[in-house]
């Protein structure tokens, strides 16, 4: 199925609520920048966008893009310091501490499931004996 563009989207949707198409595009601007904060901010492992889907940080990903960005940073540490190459080193060195911090909430919240999974064999299996 091919995806709708926004702006049959947007004008579609006015016509259905008899808005203008400008309303309808400032709220779905504002709804997009709130998403796109969410993920940025790498605080939630998942992101749940109503009727559209769930954006989940995957450990695998994560993981990858911190060894990247360390790679990246010890080169970067090699060359002469400018103002823009030390924010870039900031901003990159944020961004991996956050990640870190999402795995390590990603593993809990698996070791969390897997008690669950565990107790809920052992229930089934004592109700069948």
Do not use: G
């Amino acid at each position: 199925m091919a995806a709708t563009k926004r702006k049959y989207l947007v004008e579609k949707t006015a016509k259905e609520l008899n808005m203008s198409a400008d309303d309808i595009d400032d709220i779905v601007y504002s709804y997009y920048n709130h998403v796109l904060k969410l993920i940025n901010s790498l605080e939630h492992t998942r992101i749940y966008v109503n009727n559209v889907c769930t954006f989940k940080f995957r450990v695998a990903k994560s993981a990858a893009y911190i060894q990247h960005a360390e790679k990246l940073l010890e080169r970067w540490r090699l060359r002469k310091p400018t103002k823009y190459l030390l924010e870039s080193i900031s901003e990159v060195e944020n961004r991996v501490i956050k990640l870190k911090k999402l795995i390590e909430i990603m593993y809990q919240q698996y070791e969390v499931k897997k008690i669950k999974r565990k107790e809920r064999y052992e229930f089934i299996k004592s109700m069948a004996s």
